[in-house]
Nanobody
């Protein structure tokens, strides 16, 4: 059974930083797409950043480029999202997701999802 376990959310003031972690269990971690999506209240879910675990290629939403960095630790089957210069508009539930990259590296309906971790940024 595939499990994606997120951690690292919390509350921070604008301009601050947070680091999210997503550990994958029961999942063939290598050569897959893993990443982060978010959903704010009243809004649709949107892609934030994804990484190809087989080679490290990354893809970011325009709204987070230059502020967020996605990375991986293959030995731990874990993907990270370092979020710097946070803004109130980054407030959302952040979800980890994984897929066999059936549509390539990008934002689409991934096959596996975590439960989510809340990120709240105050002004």
């Amino acid at each position: 059974q595939v499990q994606l376990v997120e951690s690292g959310g919390g509350s921070v003031q604008a301009g601050g930083s947070l680091r999210l972690s997503c550990a994958a269990y029961g999942y063939t971690y290598s050569s897959n797409c893993m990443g982060w999506f978010r959903q704010a209240p009243g809004k649709e879910r949107e892609g934030v950043a994804v990484i190809y675990t087989g080679g490290g290629s990354t893809y970011y939403a325009d709204s987070v480029k230059g502020r967020f960095t996605i990375s991986q630790d293959n030995a731990k089957n874990t993907v990270y999202l370092q979020m710097n210069s946070l803004k109130p508009e980054d407030t959302a539930m952040y979800y980890c997701a994984a897929d066999e990259c059936v549509y390539g590296l990008g934002f689409y309906e991934y096959k596996y999802w975590g439960q989510g971790t809340q990120v709240t940024v105050s002004s």
